[in-house]
């Protein structure tokens, strides 16, 4: 009879570990947060820099793949721009909460990307070598692409 008991508890200790186990489903593809992002002719996150060229701040459409979420209240998270560097974005609507399965994701946003702009570049004639800051982006509208 002990045995019978002891069997029945590891049995319900192992179901009730699968059951608790269980991922969560996947985000559907087309998901939106904050407004629909205009999907026709997006630049793609690694060329994003090259397309701004000299102008500090524009308002384009990006797809890119999202690195991580940093902050789900807010909307804050980072994508990669290919080559070893990111860009920086959030929601200019605060109330937008993303998440964290939005990591590995590709996306289509929209709004404005704004290089970050150092006034003290050059101190007394001499470049200073203080890494480069990645790109912010405020986006109005995310989709989820894949």
């Not at 186990?21 to 407004?35: M, N």
């Not at 974005?89 to 937008?96: R, V, W």
């Not at 800051?133 to 509208?141: A, D, S, Y």
């Amino acid at each position: 009879m002990r045995v019978l008991v002891i069997i029945f508890t590891l049995w319900m200790v192992l179901v009730s570990g699968l059951a608790f186990a269980q991922k969560r489903p996947p985000l559907p593809h087309g998901s939106v947060y904050g407004l629909k992002p205009n999907t026709m002719g997006p630049v793609s996150a690694a060329q994003l820099e090259t397309r701004m060229d000299r102008q500090t701040r524009i308002t384009t459409a990006v797809r890119g793949r999202v690195i991580r979420v940093t902050q789900p209240k807010g909307g804050w998270f980072e994508m990669d721009a290919g080559q070893g560097r990111i860009i920086a974005a959030h929601f200019k609507n605060y109330g937008i909460n993303l998440p964290k399965a939005l990591a590995g994701r590709i996306v289509i946003m929209d709004g404005v990307a704004q290089k970050p702009i150092s006034p003290n570049d050059k101190i007394a004639g001499k470049k200073t070598t203080t890494p480069k800051k990645p790109l912010i982006f405020e986006v109005r509208g995310l989709m989820v692409d894949e």
